[in-house]
């Protein structure tokens, strides 16, 4: 919901460190691996009840995911660089709340409804992309991508500061989890009646 707001306070600064990094020959595939580090990272933390470690992990793996899409738009939009990049926020995204539900048993109902409702957030984007890459439209709203990203209240903002107050407060987990796989299915019944609005009665295939 916010992300497309914040893109232009943080896409400059991004991009100055990734024309950086790209006159230094980093690629930004070798940033994304890098990015997966500290994200598996944060989740064995997490499991081991290291909320803060967690926390410091999780926003590293997230400045990591900044600047691999900058070295991209300095060196070059790849379709395998925007496959990896958005594989690789699955990760990230699904191994949180899975690591939250080792933690605790009280946490592994809560932490299956949010991976749930990830999963079919997920399924929505991703087959909104697919219809409209074949259809030829574009966006820049969230800046240069590989994809077509659709907007919906639940993105990558709404996302690391849900898992921020989890790490902050881990005692409030289930709440936070049930709470955002709500916003979650919201966002897949908004982005579904956009879908209907953009694509019906037109391109009648599937």
């Not at 896409?11 to 100055?16: R, S, T």
């Not at 499991?47 to 070059?76: C, K």
């Not at 690591?99 to 409702?117: I, K, Q, R």
């Amino acid at each position: 919901m916010f992300d497309a707001r914040l893109r232009p306070l943080i896409d400059p600064p991004l991009d100055a460190i990734g024309r950086w990094l790209t006159r230094r020959g980093i690629s930004a595939n070798a940033v994304t691996i890098a990015g997966l580090i500290p994200a598996l990272g944060a989740a064995a933390a997490i499991a081991h009840e290291q909320y803060l470690a967690g926390l410091a992990l999780i926003l590293v793996n997230r400045l990591l995911d900044g600047l691999d899409g900058a070295v991209a738009r300095a060196s070059g939009l790849t379709d395998f660089g925007g496959y990896f990049d958005t594989l690789a926020d699955y990760v990230f995204y699904v191994a949180v709340p899975v690591a939250f539900g080792f933690a605790s048993p009280d946490n592994t109902g809560p932490a299956l409804v949010l991976v749930a409702s990830f999963t079919l957030t997920c399924a929505s984007f991703l087959v909104f992309a697919a219809i409209a890459a074949r259809r030829g439209e574009e966006t820049s709203a969230h800046g240069a991508k590989s994809i077509f990203y659709s907007t919906g209240l639940a993105e990558g903002g709404e996302t690391i500061a849900a898992f921020v107050a989890m790490c902050l407060w881990p005692g409030q987990f289930p709440a936070i989890a049930i709470g955002f796989a709500v916003l979650c299915l919201l966002t897949v019944i908004q982005r579904s009646l956009l879908a209907r609005r953009t694509f019906t009665n037109q391109n009648k295939t599937e």
